[in-house]
């Protein structure tokens, strides 16, 4: 009885501070030497100034971080005060404590100041493939390298690199992130919440005004002569390529977003979404001013690319920055583009290939003798999932394998570039086994084989590319989502258009999208998710990371993704302050 | 599909040898719509030209409304439905027509197959409450399901 009141009391208490009263950057923080962040703590009530006392490591906040902070008495109009010190770093590695006392109420959270090594790497590649999922690995493998008696024939490009790990990708407010949430971890190291890029969910208002933290892209740019790269088949706004340059609460700031690749001193910046680069007053344009961001880019020095034939002549021997825009919106996947003719193809008939795409990012990047950070994503991986469309996915896993493929290439040339692969969050995709349309049986179920009644699938040899020419065979992979919404399961892969497995009802609850009702065999699957799911959710399982490359030591076990961006800082020296931790300090290897 | 097609000429025209007066605008499709949908923007097909400030009729989905009390909702090629965390409410694709209806209030279901007869209007526009823009619009518009 006692025990239960106590906790009702705790969880009421633990209610109200984790709403009401915030320090930023959190608890448990880890930083950079001299990494920029904005500094700000959350009061629950309007506090008086003078009855205010807040201290790092026990002195006074001012003496530690270098300056004083705005005291915001009624922040955006409200009930509650706070202060806010923007744009500071810290200089000393070590612990901080941050205590901040009001009226004799107190908050409490600890900092981890890093210093770094040396540098061991030139350059940075950083693959995302957007909700791969460890079966988006294993039926990819099946696919493209062909598996028999138990043994594959082959692997996918980054199945042998030498470091692997698991990723923890829970963000600061949900178990269950978000590819903004998880990017920012990566680019910042800093824990962020859905939705959120480059900054800590505060109680602002505006999305602009919260809490920032530098990003990987400015951090190179601020502090080393090195060139950044940002490569996406998604809209070179969308959340994952924007994790490089944006501070924002919501990621859907994508005109802004599109602003800051030019601002934020990107060299290279290829993908969809030319939408927000027109002007409004072009028919097609998403922006809401007459800003015209194309012309930005070219009259910066840009070279321009529209299509998979210019960029092959856009690149010249001395280009040193290019813009590549290949679509309004999302490029399409390779399926579509190589075989079934879906999506956008129609209209855009000749988009690279993220093959392609980075072969002409390193091939820019790496004319920069202080090295480079690229950023390439498999975005698409990720959009196919969302819909149930996993042979669309499993295809563009393929890709980015092909794409990977490129950088090992690159790599293996001087061995002095850290290769990363990895997920930004999963999916609740798996192989179960095989469909046999000449099984036995009149339900489509009856034609599922597990176990042994599996087998092996039938589809055509891969072709040059590692992809099979078709999906629509006759002895498919059986492959399922465990979190749905409301569908038909047709159990054939959609050849005409990607799939849409729901539609907005009149009482704004996501249904089954009638129009897979009579396909033959297709049965209603009820959804495991609430029915403001429109498709498959984002799954907390963890993501495998996969490593090669000077640096990539640390990578090991379960790591939390805030760790990648360490990861990456540590490889490059970015907290290096000249003295050693031991060993003699070789010369960088990197700045000849 | 085809079945279905048929069924609504048919229905079209049964109406309008029934009432003369009710002779049927004239029907745009979406493909109709642009010569070029392109990178560096779209650009209208010479028939959208020519039906300018005409009512014409036009089929297709009703999108999810972008709030509750829409007066206007979002006509699409094929049912959509927007994705919170992986699309803004700005990714809808590149070929939506915006109908502005005639009698606001009534909030159209998502996800039906509807016919729209509107006064078509084009060329970039931004709505004032909400900030969406649009390039095409069929203005006073009524619509009823297929
Ligand atoms: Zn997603």
């Known amino acids: 009885m006692l025990v239960k009141r106590c906790c009702a009391i705790l969880l009421a208490l633990w209610g109200v501070q984790a709403s009401a009263q915030a320090i930023y950057p959190i608890d448990r923080a880890t930083m950079v030497v001299d990494g920029k962040f904005d500094f700000k703590v959350e009061f629950d009530g309007v506090v008086d100034p003078s009855s205010v006392t807040i201290t790092v490591n026990g002195q006074p906040y001012e003496k530690v971080l270098g300056a004083k902070a705005a005291f915001l008495p009624n922040e955006d109009n409200g009930k509650a005060s706070s202060y806010i010190l923007r744009d500071i770093s810290i200089k000393h590695p070590g612990k901080y404590e941050v205590v901040a006392t009001a009226a004799g109420k107190s908050m409490k959270v600890n900092w981890e100041v890093y210093a770094t090594g040396p540098r061991t790497a030139k350059n940075v590649i950083l693959f995302i493939g957007d909700g791969m999922t460890v079966a988006n690995r294993t039926a990819a493998r099946v696919l493209s390298q062909g598996i028999k008696e138990g043994k594959y024939m082959g692997k996918l490009s980054f199945d042998d690199m030498p470091r692997m790990a698991l990723i923890g990708t829970s963000g600061v407010e949900s178990l269950i992130t978000d590819s903004a949430n998880s990017m920012s971890a990566y680019t910042t190291g800093h824990k962020s919440s859905n939705n959120a890029l480059g900054v800590y969910a505060s109680r602002a208002k505006n999305n602009l005004d919260h809490p920032k933290v530098e990003t990987i892209a400015e951090l190179v740019k601020r502090k080393t002569g090195m060139a950044v790269g940002i490569v996406t088949d998604a809209e070179v706004e969308d959340a994952t390529p924007a994790g490089m340059v944006a501070h924002t609460r919501r990621r859907s700031d994508k005109s802004e977003i599109a602003e800051w690749l030019f601002l934020k001193g990107a060299d290279v910046v290829m993908g969809g979404g030319s939408a927000y680069f027109l002007p409004k007053s072009t028919p097609g344009s998403k922006r809401k001013d007459d800003n015209n961001l194309i012309d930005l880019f070219k009259s910066d020095g840009f070279a321009f690319a529209t299509t998979a034939t210019e960029l092959k002549s856009a690149v010249k021997p001395d280009t040193r920055k290019l813009l590549g825009l290949f679509n309004t919106g999302n490029m399409d996947g390779s399926l579509d583009r190589f075989y079934l003719k879906g999506g956008t193809v129609k209209q855009f008939p000749d988009q690279p290939d993220l093959t392609e795409m980075t072969r002409k990012a390193l091939e820019v990047l790496s004319r920069n003798k202080d090295g480079f950070v690229l950023l390439v994503e498999a975005g698409l991986i990720d959009k196919a999932s969302h819909p149930l469309d996993w042979e669309r996915s499993v295809y563009d896993t393929i890709m980015l394998s092909n794409a990977v493929k490129i950088a090992k290439d690159f790599a293996a040339k001087n061995n002095d570039t850290l290769v990363m692969v990895t997920p930004d969050h999963t999916h609740g995709l798996s192989l179960v086994g095989t469909i046999d349309d000449n099984a036995k049986g009149t339900e489509m179920r009856d034609k599922i084989g597990v176990y042994e009644e599996a087998g092996y699938p039938n589809y055509p040899a891969p072709d040059k590319n590692g992809y099979p020419p078709s999906v629509d065979v006759s002895k498919r992979l059986a492959m399922f989502y465990g979190n749905f919404p409301d569908y038909y399961e047709t159990f054939h892969p959609k050849l005409d258009e990607p799939f849409a497995p729901t539609v907005k009802n009149d009482k704004g609850q996501y249904v089954a999208n009638e129009a897979y009702k009579n396909v033959p065999g297709a049965v209603l699957r009820v959804g495991n998710l609430p029915r403001s799911a429109d498709t498959g959710t984002h799954t907390a399982d963890d993501g495998v990371l996969t490593a090669m490359g000077p640096g990539s030591e640390r990578i090991h076990g379960f790591m939390d993704n805030t760790e990648v961006f360490r990861t990456m800082v540590e490889a490059l020296g970015l907290g290096y302050d000249g003295k050693t931790k031991g060993k003699t300090p070789a010369k960088p290897a990197t700045r000849r | ?146």
Do not use: H
């Open chain 2, 1 to 146: 599909m085809q079945r279905r097609c048929f069924l609504g000429t048919a229905f079209v025209f049964a109406l309008a040898a029934a009432n003369p007066a009710l002779a049927a605008p004239p029907r745009l499709a979406f493909s109709e719509l642009y010569a070029r949908i392109g990178v560096m923007g779209t650009s209208f097909s010479p028939q959208v030209l020519k039906l300018k400030g005409q009512r014409i009729t036009m089929r297709g989905y009703i999108a999810p409304p972008l709030k509750a009390e829409a007066n206007f909702f979002v006509l699409t090629r094929v049912p959509v439905s927007v994705c919170p965390f992986c699309n803004s409410d700005a990714d809808w694709p590149a070929d939506i027509v915006v109908v502005n209806l005639k009698n606001p209030g009534t909030l159209a279901p998502g996800g039906r197959p509807v016919e729209v007869t509107g006064m078509l209007d084009i060329g970039s526009s931004t709505d004032r409450e909400t900030g969406f823009v649009s390039l095409v619009r069929l203005n006073q518009a009524e619509w009823r399901e297929l």
